[in-house]
């Protein structure tokens, strides 16, 4: 197969670098990953200034593409300039840090699996909870088997899966479950501090910890140990709530509006 | 009605200010807005460097907040900071440029309305068609009605409502259209170029065209003079996918994983 691996923790971050080590054994492996960490840009890309590219050296000797530029360029510029051909699946992360729920907005991670499936080529994210890693090895071997049995069931276009894994050892979790992705958010807050000029200014800051108790939830699964996977959607669109709306008067243009 | 606006486009930008007029005639609107344009910073958030904020005067003499950060951050600024109360809706807008089927990605002005829907407040991303921006009075007049029975009716909670303009005057539109999101790619490349010390460098460019030609799609309802109205869901979740995978073998742990 052709791979394309990519993450938001940069092109050297130990997550990568286990998917690399398994992948490349019988894959063909291509890296393209931003250059420094680029957590929680979303699915930005970069407009206002040039992207740059450089060639960095991987474990193994062989070169990856180090990008000036978010987790989505990178996809964007293998697509569409450095691979020749398209790759069979990418796989983004592993994230140091879980993926879970409204995070999925914030993921630089995420985004770059779900670019990728707007391309239509089959893609999983995934991530490890904690800010220390857990079992990198383990998750990276599951991802390598999970990728498989992806392309080989199949999923339908403009899908991906996001895969979260326990801060554990790979042998002391408990399970897999299919999940739906929580909509709570984590308690957050905006950190106001005084800098010694006396100006204010603000760092954001949230707890970890998952509000969720349901364990169809993803974050409640992962916070009882075990891996959660989410079919993601790219369409976007609420259509159950169309036919109301369509009967709106604002919808039917009436003459207030040109008040 | 208290009314929270933002942008993607900077607190100074045409299109806000049109929404401004309008909405502080005869309500409470405050504007948290970024500093300078933040296109294409999709739902991004900042954590890397600190935040701040300064208050600059808008055209009637009150006081707006400009951020030095995304649009995602103005939203979070505003409800955990700036605000004593959270408002009755937020409208992200007017944008100079249309926000259409996959580009709901990478936009900005709509990652703002999509966060103050995660955050359970009614809201409404707004985007004129082409450069130049057509007809922002016209626009925000349909807006403040729109945004008036969007309370009066509701939406589900975490569904927000994208509206698309053409770049027409208002009494022009042929009428509105209730769409969901194309998922087709506009034609996009990497812009390869050499600096003067010979250096590759790319900029991103792409096709404004849409390719969607059916116009139930917002692109192709806009490019009719229709504007478009898309209810968007802030779950990504792919339930119709979940079942088939919960018979994966991956799904079920087996021995070969220890591989």
């Known amino acids: 197969m052709n791979i394309l691996l990519t993450n938001d923790d940069g092109i050297l971050a130990p997550g990568l670098n286990a998917l690399y080590q398994i992948f490349s054994k019988d894959h063909q492996v291509t890296v393209v990953a931003p250059d420094r960490e680029k957590s929680a840009v979303g699915h930005g890309i970069t407009l206002n200034h040039p992207i740059r590219v450089s060639q960095v050296k991987l474990p193994d000797g062989k070169t990856g593409y180090a990008v000036a530029g978010t987790p989505v360029d990178c996809v964007k510029l293998a697509f569409l300039e450095l691979l020749a051909v398209k790759p069979d699946i990418v796989i983004s992360g592993i994230n140091r840090g879980a993926n879970l729920g409204v995070n999925l907005n914030y993921s630089g991670t995420v985004a770059a699996a779900r670019e990728a ?111 959660s996977i989410t079919p993601v959607k790219c369409d976007m669109t609420d259509y159950d709530a169309m036919p109301s709306i369509e009967a709106w008067e604002t919808v039917n243009l009436p003459a207030t509006l040109d008040n």
Chains 1, 2 share one sequence.
């Not at 220390?132 to 071997?141: M, N, Q, T, W």
């Not at 990728?147 to 276009?157: A, D, N, V, W």
């Not at 399970?175 to 958010?185: A, E, K, N």
């Not at 106001?192 to 000029?197: E, G, I, L, S, W």
Request: net charge neutral; proline share 6%.
């Open 117 to 227: 499936s707007l391309y239509q080529i089959p893609s999983i994210a995934a991530s490890v909870q904690g800010q220390k890693g857990g079992d990198f090895p383990g998750a990276a071997r599951y991802i390598y088997h999970l990728s498989q049995e992806t392309l080989k069931k199949g999923l339908q276009q403009h899908t991906f899966l996001n895969v979260n894994f326990p801060a554990l050892p790979f042998s002391e979790i408990t399970g897999v479950r299919i999940c739906r992705l929580g909509l709570s958010f984590p308690d957050e807050y905006l950190d106001r501090r005084k800098d010694p000029r006396d100006r204010t200014y603000y760092w954001h800051g949230c707890e970890f910890r998952t509000k969720d108790t349901d364990p169809s939830i993803d974050g409640a699964a992962v916070d009882r140990n075990y891996i």
